[in-house]
């Protein structure tokens, strides 16, 4: 099911409407005290057990599960499997358990957790409890390795499908990646996003960069300590219009449901781990943007990343293929989202209309002359040079290095000069994607012909290429709610009520109320509690706790 499609209903109801208390497994610690206080917000009875706390306080927790006061507990996999949480549990009653994030099971998924591997003892140590496992992403063999390797036997499986409607996705050719994402940005002032980079260096640079622009943008990755870390965690689901700029440390803990674009300045590994980075926009169903560059660089690196890896050759082989899925995917000329969701088994024939094919549908050129210049010059040049030299080359450039080569004396010196240093970058990216050229990591990533190359070159084949967008057209994102200048005095109220009664408990705004249900108290302006009631995400427990507070301020408006 998608992340926002409703998972953790799936075991909560259940856990609550039997008796004895529900066990979740989950690897996400940090996410586990979030959790916990949204539930408590929604008076249910809902406690954590994982090594971030302390001696005492796991005690207090194990007496409220023995003594049958909890409905819903967390645990950590490593935790669960000790003998003695294991012994505690016998005596509490467990109901069910629920497997989250059930795809680290999987070696052939992209999060492996040694731990889940043991998760199958649960079957042989209570074998009459049910047990539920869950994912936002499983490919058919991921979903076939969490049935064997959990030992489910005949399982019910449900798939609900992959797709996020709300997600606009859009992929440019990386140019100026700076310039690039300040546009993007440009558009989107105070909304909170994520910002994707590959190397903690680039994440420093990049939020550095922001900064100075104005915007209100923090780092995040493995090398800053722990403090800031939580620290600049904490203002980013706090705030608003915060942008997080982080590797891919950042996120796996993060359930913030206002998150409004998660932006990509370098290829993910693959497209399981794309989909599951750009999952963690629009939440709440908003409308919200993955947005990505890419050029020939990424395809080099993250292709040398491949090679040079301490894995075996079986798992290499893995990694190569689901790299080469993803680049596939960044140069289709059809709909994105139809086949994103091919690709996790889910045939779709409808154009979807939000994203960037869709709405601006590339151009496609006859490249056939273009790439039999380029494949020459390759070969020409002795297969030694990476694309930019070769580009040099084409387009007639006496560098030293040139000369020193002799290449300004080659058939092939300036036959280029009709396509710019750009288009030439788009064609040799094109041509290493489809396979007509090999990027050599053994020799600083010289570009050689593969056997595909042969029939282009000999005029046996053609070729149609991409035609690299310079400049996206403007699109305004539609939005559910246009707030008139009157409401929005009311919308600022409403938010500075949230934001008070948020700081107080110490939980975070969405927690209180998400920004949907703030909508339609300005759209609908209840007067009365049982008018509140009626509005998304207000129940019994937080009518009571917050219900006067909020009509107040309606009512003052
Ligand atoms: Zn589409």
């Given at each position: 099911m998608p992340t926002g499609g409703g998972k953790s209903l799936c075991y909560q109801l259940p856990a609550l409407a039997l008796p004895g208390m529900g066990v979740i497994v989950s690897p996400l610690i940090a996410l586990m005290s979030d959790q916990v206080l949204a539930l408590e917000q929604l008076a249910v009875s809902a406690a954590y057990l994982n090594s971030s706390q302390s001696l005492d306080e796991q005690n207090h927790v194990m007496r409220r599960a023995a003594a049958g006061e909890l409905d819903l507990l967390y645990v950590a996999p490593e935790r669960l499997l000790q003998p003695a949480t294991l012994d505690f549990l016998s005596r509490c009653n467990p109901n069910l358990f629920a497997i989250d994030e059930?795809?680290?099971?999987?070696?052939?998924?992209?999060?492996?957790?040694?731990?889940?591997?043991?998760?199958?003892?649960l079957k042989t140590l209570f074998p009459d409890v049910p047990r539920i496992a869950l994912t936002a992403t499983a490919d058919q063999r991921t979903q076939q390795d969490i049935v064997t390797r959990l030992d489910l036997q005949d399982p019910d499986i449900y798939v609900e499908g992959f797709d996020r409607p709300n997600i606009c996705y859009t992929v440019h050719p990386k140019q100026e990646p700076k310039r690039q994402l300040l546009e993007f940005l440009a558009e989107r002032a105070n909304e909170a996003g994520i910002v994707y980079c590959l190397s903690r260096k680039s994440v420093e640079q990049t939020a550095f960069y922001l900064s100075e622009q104005g915007y209100t943008a923090l780092p995040y990755h493995a090398g800053l300590d722990s403090r800031t870390r939580s620290n600049h965690q904490k203002r980013f689901l706090a705030e608003d219009a915060v942008i997080i700029v982080a590797t891919?440390?950042?996120?796996?803990s993060i359930d913030k449901p206002d998150v409004r674009f998660v932006v990509h300045m370098d290829l993910p590994k693959s497209v399981e781990a794309y989909y599951q980075e750009t999952g963690r926009g629009g939440r709440d169903g908003e409308p919200a943007d993955a947005w990505m560059v890419y050029g020939l660089q990424d395809v080099v690196r993250l292709g040398r990343m491949v090679d040079e890896s301490q894995a075996d050759p079986a798992h290499k082989r893995i990694e190569r293929t689901k790299l080469d899925g993803l680049l596939g995917w960044c140069e289709l000329t059809t709909c994105r989202r139809q086949a994103l969701l091919n690709y996790f088994g889910e045939p779709s024939s409808a154009q979807c209309g939000n994203c960037d094919v869709c709405l601006n549908p590339p151009v496609t050129w006859d490249a056939t002359e273009a790439a039999q210049k380029a494949l020459s010059c390759v070969y020409r040049t002795g297969q030694r040079f990476g694309a930019a030299y070769v580009t040099d080359v084409l387009r007639g450039e006496h560098t030293d290095r040139i000369k020193l080569n002799g290449h300004d004396q080659l058939t092939t010196f300036g036959i280029g000069t009709d396509i710019s240093d750009q288009q030439w970058r788009s064609i040799f990216r094109q041509l290493v994607v489809r396979g007509y050229l090999t990027v050599d990591h053994a020799h600083h990533g010289a570009l050689k012909l593969s056997e595909d190359s042969r029939a282009l070159l000999k005029g046996d084949a053609e070729l149609q290429l991409r035609e690299d967008q310079t400049k996206a057209k403007k699109r305004r994102r539609k939005s559910t709610y246009k707030l008139e200048i009157e409401d929005e005095d009311l919308m600022e109220a409403l938010r500075d009520l949230r934001k008070e009664i948020a700081t107080e408990a110490g939980i975070p705004p969405y927690v209180v109320f998400h920004d949907a249900t703030l909508l339609e108290m300005v759209e609908?302006?209840?007067?009365t509690a049982a008018n509140l009631l009626e509005l998304t995400g207000i129940g019994q427990a937080k009518l009571s706790k917050y219900g006067d507070q909020f009509l107040q301020v309606i009512k003052a408006h």
């Open positions: 059930a795809h680290c099971v999987s070696t052939w998924g992209h999060d492996f957790r040694e731990d889940y591997l043991h998760l199958h003892h891919i440390a950042f996120g796996m609908l302006r209840p007067n």
